[in-house]
């Protein structure tokens, strides 16, 4: 496969096409033992695909049943799609996880067939909300010991995992985040980790806390409903990339229960200081372990469209929809996930900003049974 990208420039590549395309993921052809997409920073190069080639990827979109809409007290569209991949636990085996590609390819699909006809626009300006902070819950102690057979940047955490999944007959690999919620089966992730955005929404949708190697220390949990904002679903604007997934019981057990949750928090100031977490797999990483990055927000230079901020971090593709914590550890509150960057050599990483749209998918995946 071809590379999507070339490395232009930003400003050269805007003096060309006068448009412009974020996505998360380096892609380079899938190579090695892990056999993983490589994708150097989150953010892949710039794309010089011209209209016509954005209107033949829209054409050849495959799609699943229509996404159901329904509206929360805020009243801000949430697209749903109820899930019944009653095996999807025992798809995954440790060949096909090793052989997942990263979610990024998504993302960078979804960028081509709309977000360079925007190019320019002002972001969506949402209803002003209130910061909400709502408390996460403490994981279930236990006697577990995690092997650690390589040095790792980062010790794993219960609660953050890895997500497998397919799209469009393809396995892909993001990151994701048991989040506090009253049905206490809730993961945060990116919106082109769940859904193409627009266009098909994900079958074979696992959640892997504390991945480490390969191993699976809690468990295999599947998904029984995804959600994300209309927005993204419908649109696949980057402003709303984040999405919510339901996750079923594992042997009578809820996923809060064994692993815990991170507390969220809405419509909070910018600029704030954040740590960021994820399984990156792109090179110089593998995929295999738990990564992080931290630094102050910054709002986006290039693409201010999108409403995001970033802060400094390399770390490459499978780390899409890792959480965003406000502080200097993984027991703040989420704020955000992994969601693109810019340049093959990029050393930010955006994510979205989480306003009133963002936490009415929270309180619909959140309320969901």
Known sequence: MKHLFTKLSYVG??????????????????????????????????????????????GTTSANAAPVNTTDSSGAAVSSHVVSDAGAADYWTPERMKNAKSGEILAAKALERGKLLNLGKAPVTEAPGAISSIAGQPAATDSKTIDRKVNQSETPVKHIGKIFFTLGGSNYVCSGNSVTAANKSTVSTAGHCLNEGPGAYATNFVFVPAYLNGAAPYGKWTAKAL??????????????????????????????DVVGSSGVQFNAAR?????????????????????SCSGTATNDPYNPQFNSQGIPCNMTGGSSGG???????????????????????????????????????????????
């Open 13 to 58: 590549y805007l003096q060309s096409r006068q448009s412009a395309v974020a996505i998360t993921g380096r892609l380079t052809p899938s190579i090695g033992r892990n056999n993983v997409t490589k994708t150097k920073t989150l953010a892949t190069s710039l794309l010089s695909l011209s209209a016509a080639a954005i209107l033949a990827l829209v």
């Open 227 to 256: 959600y994300a904002p209309t927005q993204w679903a419908s649109n696949g604007n980057m402003q709303y990339d984040t999405a919510f997934a339901v996750m079923n019981t594992l042997n009578g057990q809820k996923l809060a």
């Open 271 to 291: 600029g704030l200081s954040y740590k960021a977490f994820g399984y990156p797999a792109g090179s110089p990483f593998n995929g295999e372990s738990l990564k």
């Open 323 to 369: 959480p965003w914590f406000i502080g200097n550890s993984s027991t703040g509150y989420q704020n955000s996930v992994n969601s693109y960057g810019y340049g093959s050599n990029s050393t930010t990483m955006y994510g979205p900003y989480w306003g009133t749209v963002i936490q009415s998918t929270y309180n619909t995946a959140a309320a969901a049974s």
